[in-house]
């Protein structure tokens, strides 16, 4: 390979976008912008690494491939890595079963038709009332993450983590992500293995807490007790070909999304 098409929007340059256009023209590829009104102009091969928005790269795949791109979320070898139950289910069954929420959703397909949120009441599904019942979406029980990080992988290393949310000084223990990332054998040449860290209180905390909510205004005695544990869990997986950069320094970027294109054209990566 040695040409590749990088998405611009009209308004900006998106971040991803610069990034990935100043790595791969460190690389030595010859870079040309493209915008989403021209992607059907584009001369697309299995040589032709493209950078930019999920539809408009899976469209440029499945176009070159003739296949849909698979989908990550939760792998089976990482089960062990959730700390919570997640299943299949339909944006209708959430809608129409209150006895369900709180639940935490999002759409099961890789083209977000909206965003993950926390449903505890009807106004936390407004956003979703234009789509239909059968819609398909991931489904599972509320977790409060203190913080969020981005864990690139590529060819099993992890090259790097990024803090995208939540406490940016609550660090993921980093034997639990390394020991996912080698857990993880099925796994695609270049991933994102998003993780957040939980707190566990002990039991006298928790009951602390539950004696607290049930007394508000109740000066309870403060008691000294072991802190609980902090767990570092499985957010979610995004695939690489599409995933932003996150501040992740812009060969390593490059190298990132060129892993993951070849192995889904079958192309070569630039020397």
């Known amino acids: 390979m040695n040409r ?11 971040s991803p ?3 990935a ?16 009104a021209d992607v059907d102009k584009l001369d697309l091969t299995a040589d032709t690494l493209v950078a930019g928005f999920i539809e408009v790269v899976r469209g440029a795949l499945k176009k070159i491939t003739g296949k849909e791109v698979p989908v990550f979320n939760y792998p089976y070898e990482l ?3 959730l700390g919570r139950r997640v299943w299949l289910d339909t944006l209708g069954k959430i809608r129409n079963t209150p006895e369900m929420w709180p639940v935490f959703i999002k759409p099961s397909n890789e083209i977000k038709s909206f965003g993950g949120r926390l449903v505890r009441g009807v106004m936390d599904l407004v956003g979703t009332r234009d789509l239909p019942n059968d819609t398909p979406v991931w489904a599972s029980e509320p977790v409060e993450f203190l913080s969020e990080f981005r864990c ?15 406490d940016p000084l609550k660090f993921p223990d980093s034997k639990t992500i390394l020991m996912a990332a080698k857990e993880w054998v099925s796994a695609p040449a270049a991933y ?19 004696e607290q909510k049930k007394n508000p205004a109740r000066d309870l005695e403060y008691v000294r007790w072991k802190p609980g544990t902090y767990k570092t869990l499985l957010v979610e997986i995004n695939d690489a070909y599409s995933a932003g950069d996150y501040g992740l320094e812009s060969i390593l970027y490059a190298r990132f999304l060129e892993a993951r294109w070849c192995e889904l054209t079958g192309a070569k990566p630039i020397p």
């Open 4 to 14: 590749a098409y990088v998405q611009r929007r009209a308004d900006r340059l998106v």
């Open 192 to 210: 994102c293995l998003d993780v957040g860290v939980v707190y566990e209180p002990t039991a006298e905390e928790k009951a602390y807490d539950a």
């Open 79 to 81: 089960l062990d890595y």
């Open 21 to 36: 256009a100043d790595g791969l023209a460190k690389l030595g590829y010859e870079v040309v912008w493209f915008d989403q």
């Open 152 to 166: 690139f992988v590529r060819d099993g290393n992890v090259i790097g983590c990024r803090h995208y949310k939540g």
């Open 17 to 19: 976008s610069a990034t």
